[in-house]
């Protein structure tokens, strides 16, 4: 295999890893203060579970990312096309922005889904305004999905 | 009014005005005795009446310190805080001797060394209000038992006062007014007895002149 | 990493909805006697035992409230130290009446305290057999201490201040090994405010700033050299000092007990500014902050029933009740 190639990979691996990370920890996080809150009263399982789901988007983006690069690249074909070392740096340079961004904003919008998780505890009637909260930190991870796919698609093979 | 069965002599009647002449005078000494028990019992009494009152209005205000730390601290705190006291009231109760009545004298000396802190708790863990409740109760403790001393002088001297006019009144509505008319009784009767006799005497006397004539 | 608390404080999220809210409280206040305060309590967590018990057993019910709470939080906790924390005190309660037990050749074990972190059975035999061996440090190190110090003066106050001391010195590492600065800072304003509490009942009791540097705890913002310097003056010139720091919030307690001699105003106002301070502090999800906080706001609460209980099986007038009634969490 190409070094090109290869790195066209890491840029795959970077995008679906970090961002998977990040959701993991996110949702983790909002997991346990949802379990404590539904220990204690069944009826709210509902309403934590939508808050525990938002910080688990960003596993879903790097995912996206990384079918489109590998499409893109033919990998479900039967052979690879050949790649050049730049160009194969672009693709490791696309997939940083949904990954590095994923991960972080992964783990912060689980600890902010846990404060809201907070809200819904004392508040069930909040849901609406408690979902706003850890959202706004979902933005940032859709302006990196929009720049890692804008940048995918910019590289063509 | 009921007399006594005695037999009408002369010498009952010496004995009977004996007793009543003791009588007449322990009448005046037992009125007199308890006019003075009266006396001074009102001035018990009236120091009776001030203590209680003050150490009624103290107690109120202790007990209302007690309730107000037994309200913000728990059941255990409270008890760990007074369960080792620091202040020892040995109490000596003697009996003396007023106007023949027994009647207590409470002495009574606070044990403890005075660089021991009266409170025997330490100030984290207790609430200020215990402060004032034990030192308000240590304040009253002296009064509560001189209280307790003229109460029970109060109450004995009562007792006394009440057997002195039980006395007086059997004395002089019973004894004395029983020895007069048993007395009156006897001379009556040794008066009729000399009448008679005086009677009798005339009318042997007159026998003896009709015989002798 | 430090330890983790997200799971518990979702429970605790959950838990402190439970609690006696204003309106709860108001009712009991306004009940007509204290049957009818007890009888508000049961649709509340106090239900189950509240039903069963007359109105002057109300310890009972809330020593179990207690006891459930306490056991509740250990088991939710990642660690037992958040209820360490605040159970200490009644092992430093329960060491103080086995000491004096000891000294006075009695044996009232029905003020022992079983909310501990260690069973009361284990510190009795403990103290019957000499040997200490077997017990945490702090509380061995303490005890120790207490009877060198009750040795020496015979005074029943040196072991209550010894051992005083030494729960606090205790509190201080549990809360270091906690990385908390909430946690240092709530027990650290806390010693103050009792250190405050302390200075002006010493001075009412007229004893000198020996006494004074005995009586202190340690470990507070404003150390044994603020209060010494303070002795041989005015109340108004600590009120004055204070304005300066936390503390302003107190100083009308202060105020009131120069007009009253009472420290009722102040107790209140105290048990207040703590209970805010970690009200403010609550919100973090992840940290110790909310276990403790509804730990204490328990507490809180066990207080609050408390006065009204005996405020109304001694007919305190409502108002004398509310008065004195803490603020809720």
């Given at each position: 295999m190409e070094l090109g190639q290869f790195f066209a990979f890491a840029g795959i691996a970077v995008a679906t890893l970090f961002a998977g990370i990040g959701s993991a920890v996110g949702t983790s996080l909002a997991g346990q203060a949802a379990a404590g809150v539904v220990t204690e009263d069944p009826d709210k399982f509902g309403q934590t579970l939508v808050l525990q789901a938002l910080p688990g988007t960003q596993g879903i983006y790097g995912l996206i990312i990384g079918v489109i690069m590998m499409s893109q690249l033919g990998v479900f074909g039967a052979n690879i096309p050949d790649l050049s070392v730049q160009q194969g740096l672009m693709y490791l340079a696309a997939g940083c922005p949904i990954g590095i961004v994923g991960l972080i904003s992964g783990i912060y919008q689980g600890k902010a889904a846990v404060a809201s998780i907070g809200i819904i505890a004392k508040q069930p009637g909040q849901l609406g305004k408690a979902i706003i909260f850890p959202a706004i930190v979902e933005t940032y991870a859709i302006l990196s999905l929009i720049v890692s796919l804008l940048m995918t698609l910019g590289i063509g093979v | 009014m009921a007399q006594m069965n005695v037999n009408p002599t002369r010498m009952e009647l010496t004995r009977l005005k004996g007793q009543l002449a003791t009588a007449v005078r322990g009448h005046d000494l037992m009125k007199d005795k308890r006019d003075e028990l009266m006396r001074r019992f009102m001035d018990l009494i009236k120091k009776n009446k001030e203590l209680r009152e003050k150490v009624e209005v103290e107690l109120t205000e202790a007990l209302h310190s007690v309730l107000l730390a037994r309200a913000v601290m728990s059941k255990e705190m409270l008890e760990e805080a007074v369960m080792y006291p620091t202040r020892r009231m040995d109490i000596n109760i003697e009996m003396v001797n007023l106007m023949s009545v027994e009647v207590p004298s409470i002495q009574y000396k606070e044990d403890g060394s005075a660089d021991v802190s009266m409170y025997p708790y330490g100030f984290a863990n207790t609430s200020g209000e215990l402060d004032s409740a034990i030192a308000r109760l240590h304040e009253i403790l002296p009064d509560m038992l001189e209280l307790a001393q003229v109460e029970k002088t109060c109450q004995r001297l009562a007792d006394e006062i009440e057997r002195t006019r039980r006395r007086v009144n059997a004395l002089e509505y019973i004894m004395i007014p029983q020895l007069e008319e048993t007395i009156r009784y006897i001379t009556m009767k040794l008066d009729e007895n000399e009448r008679s006799t005086l009677t009798r005497l005339m009318k042997v006397k007159e026998m003896l002149q009709e015989r002798n004539l | 990493m430090p330890v983790d608390f997200t799971y518990a404080v979702g429970r605790t999220r959950v838990l402190e909805t439970r609690l006696l809210d204003k309106d709860r409280i108001e009712r009991m206040i306004a009940a007509a006697n204290a049957d009818e305060a007890l009888r508000v309590l049961a649709e509340t967590a106090y239900g189950p035992i509240a039903s069963q018990i007359n109105a002057d057993e109300y310890e009972i019910m809330l020593n179990a409230r207690l006891k459930e709470t306490y056991e509740l939080v250990r088991h939710i906790s990642p660690t037992p130290a958040v209820a360490d924390i605040l159970a200490l005190k009644y092992d430093f309660h329960n060491l103080k009446v086995l000491l004096k037990d000891r000294y006075l050749k009695?044996?009232?074990?029905?003020?022992?305290?079983?909310?501990?972190?260690?069973d009361i059975e284990k510190l009795k035999s403990y103290m019957q057999e000499d040997d200490f061996k077997g017990m945490p440090d702090v509380l061995r190190d303490a005890i120790i201490e207490a009877q060198a110090a009750f040795e020496v003066s015979r005074d029943p106050q040196d072991i209550d201040m010894a051992l005083d001391k030494a729960h606090y010195e205790a509190v201080y590492a549990i809360a270091d090994d906690m990385h908390s600065d909430f946690v240092k800072e709530l027990f650290r304003r806390q010693a103050d405010m009792i250190n405050i509490r302390t200075f002006v009942r010493v001075k009412a009791m007229g004893k000198d700033s020996r006494f004074l540097a005995k009586a202190l705890l340690p470990g507070g913002y404003l150390d044994e050299a603020f209060f010494i310097e303070l002795v041989d003056q005015t109340l108004g010139a600590l009120i004055e000092r204070l304005r300066f720091t936390h503390y302003d919030g107190l100083v009308d307690g202060i105020a009131e007990f120069e007009r009253t001699e009472r420290l009722t105003a102040y107790e209140k106002l105290m048990d207040d500014e703590l209970l805010s301070y970690i009200r403010d502090n609550r919100s973090d999800p992840f940290g110790p902050a909310a276990i403790i906080g509804y730990l204490w706001a328990l507490e809180n609460e066990t207080r609050i029933v408390r006065i009204i209980m005996v405020g109304k099986i001694n007919h305190m007038p409502s108002d004398a009740i509310r008065q004195r009634v803490r603020e809720v969490y």
């Open positions: - | - | 009695q044996y009232d074990d029905d003020i022992l305290v079983k909310l501990g972190t260690v």
